[in-house]
């Protein structure tokens, strides 16, 4: 369900079994703007049915942070305008040549181009991953794209940083709400570490083994320093204000 954040913004909650993010949704006088795809075409029927169900009005638009699977595989569920970050969108037209049955994605986890954490979080989504249906978005930018929405302002920001380096945060300007997706956690596919489904519950711990990149890390800190924001929205995690961010990433 969503919940009313500010005037302006709504979210649905993460939820841990298949690691599916949080998604917001910014409503305008004359457009409403969707933050994240979603992990499957089933998870963004689920969305879909919430936002009428808190009778808020369909997206006009869609934006996602960045390419990793459960923040993206849902856009070939939507029917409306897609946007993302160049270097996402390069990234889900490669991912779209793929093969997605099982024992391919297990080849990609033994050749350290997939991670086995996501593998097995794709088959609970998904039960047989055969069934993924990639799509890349129909728009795409590289440094800032402004949003008019009528009445709030959506700035989608290419800021980089520790996770991934193609990450997107959505400025919710007039509200002071800052949508990070998960560009401020570590990175989880250069580092190797490991995950066992069977000790789910060392999750956590094996991740604390993965060793921040100190450089992109400054260079994120002081991208952040330049947004003014009291409230912001992780990926996978409660809200947080901004002294909490800044301590988290210190």
């Given amino acids: 369900m969503f919940?009313?954040?500010?005037?302006?913004v709504y979210i649905k909650a993460p939820e841990g079994y298949s690691d599916r993010p949080?998604?917001?949704?910014?409503?305008?006088?004359?457009?409403?703007?969707?933050?994240?795809?979603?992990?499957?075409?089933?998870?963004a029927k689920e969305i879909k049915r919430d936002l009428h169900e808190k009778n808020l009005p369909y997206p006009s638009l869609l934006a996602i942070s960045h390419w990793h699977w459960d923040h993206s595989f849902g856009l070939s569920a939507w029917d409306i305008p897609s946007i993302a970050g160049k270097e996402t969108n390069d990234m889900l037209k490669t991912l779209s040549s793929y093969s997605w049955d099982d024992s391919s994605i297990k080849e990609r986890v033994k050749n350290r181009e997939e991670i086995a954490f996501c593998h097995e979080m794709m088959k609970r989504e998904y039960g047989d991953t055969k069934l993924i249906n990639l799509a890349s978005a129909t728009i795409e930018f590289e440094k800032?794209?402004?949003?008019?929405?009528?009445?709030?302002?959506?700035h989608l920001i290419h800021i980089g940083g520790p996770h991934s380096r193609d990450n997107v945060v959505l400025y919710i300007e007039e509200d002071r709400v800052l949508f990070l997706g998960d560009s401020h956690g570590k990175d989880l596919y250069t580092f190797p570490w490991d995950f066992d489904i069977n000790e789910e519950e060392k999750f956590v711990e094996n991740i604390e083994t993965i060793p921040f990149d100190l450089i992109e890390l400054k260079k994120y800190r002081e991208r952040l320093k330049e947004l003014d924001f009291d409230i912001a929205i992780p990926g996978h995690s409660e809200r947080i204000d901004r002294k909490e961010l800044f301590s988290l990433i210190s």
């Fill in 22 to 43: 949080t998604i917001g949704y910014i409503k305008g006088d004359k457009f409403s703007l969707l933050f994240e795809a979603g992990a499957s075409e089933t998870h």
């Fill in 3 to 8: 919940e009313k954040v500010s005037e302006h």
């Fill in 144 to 154: 800032e794209l402004i949003i008019d929405l009528g009445g709030v302002t959506a």
